[in-house]
């Protein structure tokens, strides 16, 4: 990016505020004490709302016998929050001015996503997209104006840029109409085009010039959006709990998968937060991967909240499934979210083979945890509690040898 391309910041990093209305120029990567705004919190607490609604109908999917179907439509829900939710963080990264018509043009997106939240009931019990669409529409066309606001500041390459992204916005959009206007068999397969051709915008949109998003400034952005994702998992958790200790006195049953599911949580959070993962992003490629990577790692993340309240429900008797299917509903989210925070962060700061086989490890082990019935979730939560430990044992030994003098470590 030329100097001709910086905004003015203030000390602080942010663009320096003046008029109401100021010309959408890029961010330099440069910039020092690079935070997240107020507004993308708001944002963020916003989005988790849908991510909520798509977790409840979830729950009832499963708890019902129809984990095939619930999956689909949880997958396919959450990737539109998702998606929307990327692309606008990786664009605020970029080219957040912070000025009136920007946040308004914010606000749009997240009268967009309650839209979404909106129709997700509809989505699942009636396979009825059209409100789930509107509200995505909403979202894209408030991010393509937001694009095609940063082409009219730009020049050249990178004016030919955001003009791609705003016409692949926009042609994406009509290409899920087919999720409302096609028959029901042939959605699965919309669905699969279209992620295709969503994931495929930014690739072609920055091949001839790359945006100058921000990394510690993504790194946190996608740090903070994992934390609120956890939270809503606790959240509905207790709630379940709490729901059914007071219809059922079933404490007894309860307890183990509490605590359990207080483990997974807890070692989660450790596990994505044990590395400085921004040192890496230094390209569009390892980037790209790395963010596309995050629905496996949010998906997963909110499908461990389900799965808990499936696995109360069960223990009181009120879902109709087995209770290896109510542990399965646990341990398989856990097992998927750990193997995607491996293959994203711990893997790239990883030394030596027995550093990089405990994660993998403990996914093969928590899945075997599915079979100890009433017991499963516990065992789930003490297998992931105890790969913390055991990483953090790795760690300190090895920083013990680099540290000791040369004569000790060769002794050791």
């Not at 129809?66 to 664009?91: C, E, K, P, R, T």
């Not at 050249?156 to 959009?173: D, F, H, I, K, N």
């Amino acid at each position: 990016m030329t100097s001709g391309s910086r905004q003015s910041t203030a000390p602080s990093g942010r663009p320096a505020r003046s008029a109401p209305l100021r010309r959408l120029t890029a961010r330099g990567r440069e910039e020092s004490h690079r935070v997240a705004s107020p507004l993308e919190l708001f944002f963020d607490l916003c989005f988790v709302v849908a991510i909520a609604q798509a977790g409840v109908q979830l729950v009832h999917a499963l708890a019902e016998g129809h984990a095939g179907q619930g999956i689909l439509d949880y997958a396919m829900v959450f990737f539109a929050i998702w998606w929307a939710w990327m692309n606008f963080s990786w664009f605020a990264s970029a080219y957040d001015n912070d000025d009136a018509l920007y946040r308004v043009v914010t606000l749009v997106q997240i009268a967009g996503v309650l839209v979404l939240a909106a129709g997700v009931s509809r989505a699942f019990d009636d396979h009825d997209f059209l409100v789930v669409w509107l509200g995505y529409l909403i979202m894209r066309l408030a991010m393509a104006s937001q694009w095609l606001r940063a082409a009219r500041s730009a020049r050249g390459s990178e004016r030919t840029m955001a003009l791609r992204y705003a016409g692949g916005v926009l042609l994406c959009q009509v290409g899920w109409l087919g999720l409302v206007l096609l028959p029901e068999p042939a959605r699965p397969w919309v669905f699969l085009v279209m992620v295709v051709a969503e994931l495929a915008v930014p690739a072609v949109a920055e091949k001839d010039y790359a945006t100058s998003w921000h990394p510690h400034h993504i790194a946190e952005r996608y740090g903070l959006f994992t934390i609120i994702v956890l939270g809503e998992t606790i959240a509905a958790a207790t709630v379940a709990v709490k729901s059914a200790v007071d219809e059922h006195n079933a404490l007894g049953e309860l307890l183990p998968i509490a605590a359990g599911g207080l483990l997974i949580v807890f070692s989660a959070w450790w596990i994505y937060f044990v590395v400085p993962i921004h040192g890496h992003l230094r390209s569009n490629r390892q980037a790209f991967l790395w963010g596309y990577g995050h629905y496996l790692v949010f998906a997963s993340a909110a499908a461990i909240g389900a799965g808990l309240e499936v696995a109360v429900e069960q223990a009181v008797g009120k879902a109709h499934i087995s209770t290896m299917s109510a542990s399965a509903a646990v341990t398989l989210p856990t097992a998927l979210y750990l193997i995607s925070v491996w293959a994203l962060h711990a893997r790239h700061f990883k030394v030596g083979i027995a550093q990089q086989l405990v994660l993998p490890t403990t996914a093969l082990l928590v899945i075997c945890c599915t079979f100890l019935g009433e017991w499963a979730v516990l065992a789930a939560g003490l297998v992931s509690a105890l790969a913390v430990v055991v990483g953090v044992t790795l760690t300190a030994r090895m920083v013990a040898r680099e540290s000791a003098p040369p004569e000790t470590a060769a002794a050791a």
